[in-house]
Structures are given as C-alpha cells and as structure tokens.
C-alpha cells in the first residue's frame, strides 16, 4: 500500500519512517537547512527547518511524516520564523562575510540569501573566540560555528575519531578539540576526514587555497541554494 | 514641478566603498538628479543636514562623532537606510571587537611594529573612540538595510528607483549578497 502526504498542497509519497526533510528530498522539494546531512543522524539543532504541520512548526529533518498530514513549507509565517532563526545565529558570532574566504560557498550565507535576510536585526554578541591554525592544512575560526555538530557527528561516526565535541551548556555551548593542548594540530585530525569537509560556515577551512575561485564566481553568488544544492554535492569545487 | 526628494548621505566607520558604488551608476546618476537633489553628503561636500527624506548611512558606529552624526541623520530623515555590511552588521571594523580597545591603540600607537615617537593621540579635535564597533541599528532606528561590501551600483540602482516609484522594493537574487 502507498502512503502520501501534502507538501503545500501537493500530493507526495513517504516511506513510514521517513522524516518531512528525508521525504521531500526524495521528491526533488527544498527545505532550507543548516544542520542536516543524509549522511549523519538528524539533529533538529539549527531550526532553520522549520515546517508548519497544523498549528504548530516543528523541525522537518527529525519530524517522521504520517498518514495524510498536511506541511506549510512556504508561507510567510514560516520564512519569517526561519529567517529569525538565521538572523540569531548571525548575531549569536561573528559573522563578517567580506573577510571569509568561505564567502560565497556558505552555505548558512546561502540559506539566509534564500529567506530574503537583508540584516541581522538583533543586536550582535561579538563574542571573543580564539582562531586556531596550528593545524598544516585547517584552520578553525571558532567565532562562525553555529554548533550543529556536524564535525561532531563526521569524526565521530565516520572517521572513528571524535576528535570534536561540544562542552558547556546554553550561552557558553561551544566546539572543543580532542587533544592534551585543545589545539587541532595536536589532534589526529587529517584533511581524509569526513570532518574535515562537513561544516556549513566558514569555521573550519582548509589553508592555502581560500581565493583560488574569485568572489562572484562561486556556488551561491548566481544560483540560490535551492537550485544548486548543498555543498555536499560540490565539495570538488570547494575544499 | 514636484519638488524634488531630498537626499543625505555619510560614510561613518566606513570605507567610501558604498559612496564609490553609488558613483559607480555612472550615466543613470543623471537620471538621479531630475528626481532627487543632495543635501549633506561627500559629494556636495555640504557640513550640515537640513530636513531630509532619505538618509542614506555608510558604516558602523565607531567613535563619539559616528553617534553625534547617526543621531542627526535620524532626527532630520523621514526614512534612513543601512547601506552595505559596515552600517548593516558592523562589518570588517567589528574585527577590533575581538581585542580591548587599549590594546588595539597599543598595537597601533606604543608598542606594534615600525613606531616612531609612541604615544595614544590625545588631541581634543580627534574624536573618541568607542569601545566596540557597532552596527547603526544598535544606536538608531533603521528603516531599510541594503547588505553587500558594497552593494553593487545596481543594487542601490534598483533601490533608489523603485522607492521613488514608490513600488515595493524587491532585488534579483544576484543584486543580495553579504560580500
């Protein structure tokens, strides 16, 4: 027996099991998104996600479909809230696109030229983060990590390493480096990681190669997220 | 002949990046100067603001005088704008938010490489500075913000035209960009 679901009126199948994310991506619809990677189990972290399914959003990569349910994916009251979203994590670090080589090729900048962000709004944190490039080929600018544990989940499920974690709670959540220094050139990390090409902003990058694409020319400067895709499907032309 | 709108622009802790694109319409600033006339900006290099209907801000909030000019932009415009990533989000200067501003003017002024007579300038004609870089929405109300480092000119092209067509402003994708 088949199962369907309406996806802003239109008629789509489901496997059961399936989330709204899992289901609309077999069926060619995006859903804009941050933490979310096929590859990695669902973490409902970042909430840009967000759908609305009868009164309430709820987090598309961790919600299952059922039976006949009825998801909003376009309306304005939903890219208003995920665009609030997105405007808390810019201001929550340090975001200044014109000095990121990732600029560009982000795919948080991305998500947010899909929502139609043109500011902020909130007044920012400019919190005080170290960058650490004591690694030969990676540097970690910990002030653009949006904490979706991405690298988290790659080094630990993939890699077999865990060589991130994040520690502290709430406002003080940060990323930390498995190694004796806390630096990530003391750590195993190695450009082979799955970690090492996962992340969605411009903390972790990989050295000597930042402006090898100009600016105008990369992924997301001609094409939004929806049509091109993530940067899982162009990691080639990225690191 | 309706009266023209006027028009105040300022480049506060800024780069005249934006100020750049905006010349860099080129021939359509003709087209500009039958609908809008300039008040206070760089580029009639007029001192003093008088009452305007759109202000037009380049930067963020970097010092004491940065304030004093914010502010008056905002008491003599009907509508003020955020143009480009400095006046938006603070920008390439929020860079210094990351160091105590003593240690930013020991770095430039006592101890950095290459100083000759070391000494933090102290002339009362040098405005103080703040110590964070602030984008403009933290110190005034914004009505609009136009992101980019800088705004391409047809960016501010399609702004500027289609508010004094009074239409609802709406870019192509390529026009919004954060870089």
């Known amino acids: 027996m088949s199962h369907s679901f309406t996806l802003d009126g239109r008629e789509l199948p489901f496997v059961p099991g399936q989330t709204i994310m899992a289901a609309a991506q077999a069926a060619g619809v995006y859903i804009p998104h941050l933490c979310h990677n096929p590859d990695y189990a669902p973490h409902g972290s970042c909430r840009v996600c967000l759908v609305g399914v009868g009164r309430r959003q709820v987090s598309a990569c961790t919600t299952p479909v059922t039976e006949g349910m009825e998801v909003d994916n376009n309306s304005e009251a939903v890219q208003d809230n995920r665009r609030a979203v997105l405007q808390m994590l810019f201001a929550e670090g340090n975001h200044i696109c014109p000095v990121c080589e990732r600029s560009g090729n982000c795919q948080l900048q991305a998500v947010a030229y899909y929502t139609g962000m043109l500011a902020p709004h909130y007044p920012p944190f400019f919190p005080r983060r170290p960058v650490d490039a004591s690694h030969p080929d990676f540097i970690i600018d910990f002030g653009r990590c949006i904490l979706c544990e991405l690298c988290v989940r790659a080094s630990r499920d993939h890699d077999g390493k865990r060589v991130f974690a994040i520690s502290g709670r709430g406002l003080a959540s940060h990323l930390v480096i498995d190694s004796e220094s806390g630096l990530l050139g003391d750590s195993c990390f190695a450009v082979t990681d799955r970690a090492a090409h996962v992340c969605p902003t411009g903390a972790i990058l990989p050295k000597h190669k930042g402006f090898e694409r100009p600016i105008g020319e990369r992924l997301y400067d001609r094409e939004p997220i929806s049509t091109v895709g993530d940067l899982r499907a162009h990691e080639d032309e990225v690191d | ?179």
């Open chain 2, 1 to 179: 002949m309706p009266e023209k709108v006027r028009v105040a622009t300022a480049s506060l802790c800024g780069c005249f990046g934006c100020h750049m694109s905006l010349l860099d319409i080129d021939e359509r600033i003709l087209q500009l100067v039958e609908l809008v006339s300039f008040d206070r900006t760089p580029l009639t290099d007029i001192k003093t603001i008088g009452e305007c209907d759109l202000g037009l801000i380049e930067g963020g909030v970097a010092n004491a005088e940065n304030v004093e000019v914010l502010r008056e932009f905002r008491h003599h415009c009907k509508l003020l704008v955020a143009v480009g990533a400095c006046a938006v989000n603070g920008g390439v200067p929020t860079m210094r938010n990351q160091f105590s501003l003593k240690a930013c003017l020991d770095e430039s002024y006592v101890s950095g490489v290459g100083i000759h007579n070391p000494g933090i300038p102290k002339d009362p004609e040098i405005p103080l500075l703040l110590n964070r870089v602030h984008p403009i929405h933290e110190v005034v109300k914004v009505d609009y913000f136009i992101p980019g480092c800088p705004p391409s000119a047809d960016t501010l092209w399609t702004f500027l035209t289609e508010l004094l067509a009074g239409q609802p402003i709406a870019f192509p994708y390529t026009q919004i960009h954060y870089d």
